[in-house]
């Protein structure tokens, strides 16, 4: 898998460990002149963040859409694309979200005891997390009701560029 990522988007994050789940604390800063989004879930019905494990060994942690190219499968529905949340100019957000240990797989296109997923690794994992910035389709994408979270068909996943941090060892 080919992972991109953008200068002017800044990500730091931080891994938390307990006996029961791994916490994950990311910043991203928006250098652009204009807004950003970033895909705010996992583009699947379960779960707090995709949890694929990778041919390489890793295991990618994500809040991003999972696109067809991504399946090797025919599908016959595409799985829900993620709500985006806005970063404006300058702005850093600051989120956090939990995955259960030990990691169960949960990828958006194919079942984790699929044959054609890597296996989920023993531990220690080697995780990263890499989330997905995404340009809106329509002039003013509209937000959802009650949320500071942006509905997610207004924005072309076609574009999406992955931001990775560093992989950390858990």
Not at 1 to 14: A, C, F, G, R, Y
Not at 44 to 59: E, K
Not at 77 to 104: C, I, K
Not at 119 to 147: E, L, W
């Amino acid at each position: 898998m080919v992972v991109t990522s953008d200068d002017s988007v800044e990500m730091t994050t931080e891994f938390v460990v307990s006996a029961d789940r791994l916490t994950i604390r990311f910043q991203v800063t928006n250098h652009r002149d204009t807004d950003i989004y970033l895909a705010s879930r996992a583009n699947s019905t379960i779960g707090s963040a995709n949890l694929v494990p990778r041919s390489d060994g890793v295991v990618e942690i994500s809040h991003r859409k999972y696109t067809a190219p991504e399946c090797p499968v025919l599908l016959y529905a595409p799985p829900p694309r993620p709500p985006t949340l806005r970063v404006q100019p300058n702005q850093t957000v600051t989120e956090e979200f939990h995955v259960p240990v030990p990691f169960v797989g949960n990828h958006p296109l194919l079942a984790d005891e699929d044959d054609f997923l890597a296996p989920m690794p023993p531990r220690p994992y080697r995780t990263v997390f890499c989330i997905g910035v995404v340009p809106p389709a329509v002039d003013q994408p509209h937000q959802q009701k009650h949320s500071h979270l942006y509905e997610a068909m207004d924005f072309d996943f076609d574009k999406q560029v992955n931001i990775c941090g560093p992989v950390h060892t858990v």
